[in-house]
């Protein structure tokens, strides 16, 4: 498979693409940081990436910058089947509350950039005639809830984007898997409590390339949170008032 990564520099990203490498899948990494992009290169090239791992420039705060991003990719490549994101960004509720700034630069890179690298990315897989689009969600899009409230509803719109993605372009040969995580311990949550079902990132890595090779829709990951968010989506409003989830 050749494949394109926007944040595999570190946490669930570095082990899909670890795992992508593994197999012998043919890489461009893509990330914001010059150093971090060719640290990573080698690495994944001694665990066995088919052909040069390339890298490209890539951050999610220049959405002027996605087309030519995706066309550097695809023409490095050789080619295009997949192109997964997994960069992103977390603050707590509190954070996000006492820092209008900062909700607002989430706001844009967990929805709008991504929703608009997405697009840069389906334009270039569609015109290789479709592969697969994979994204990084989360499951705190499913419901609005109170520890993360402004963090879910961009995850959410991220959600429902890549859905309608799917319904319109699998026909078109383009297959978008949504990657729903739970709590998984990565950088991005170090410093929280884990709860119950924490996962660990290779885990995770393992699950969703199966999805990606299966083409599925949906992937929660770790997979009892499957389980934990259909409850959770069950429960009446005036419950989800009264709990802290
Ligand atoms: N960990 C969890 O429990 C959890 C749960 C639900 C959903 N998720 C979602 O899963 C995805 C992966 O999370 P993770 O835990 O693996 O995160 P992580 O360890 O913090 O890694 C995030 C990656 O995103 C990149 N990134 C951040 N801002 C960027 C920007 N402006 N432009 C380009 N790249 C940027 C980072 O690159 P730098 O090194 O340059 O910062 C890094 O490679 C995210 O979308 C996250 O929201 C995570």
Redesign the pocket.
Known sequence: MRAAI??????????LARAMAERGDTICL????RG?LERSAIDLSVRGATGEVASVL????DPETFGDVMETARESLGGLDAVI??????ATQDELEADPELAERLLR??FS??VLFCEAAKKALLSEGGGTLC??????GERGRKPVIL?GAA?AGLTHYLEGLDHKHRTNGLRVVT???????????AGLQPPPF??E?NAVARRVLRAIDRGRPVVYAPAPWRLVMAVIRALPRAIMRRINF
């Open positions: 926007l944040g595999a520099t570190k946490g669930m990203g570095r082990s893509l990330g914001r940081n971090d890539c951050d999610l705060e994101v997994t960069a992103g960004v977390f890179i967990d950039n991504t994204a990084f969600s989360s499951v705190a963090y995850k990657v729903k995580p739970g709590f998984v311990k990565t950088s991005m949550t924490a996962g990132p």
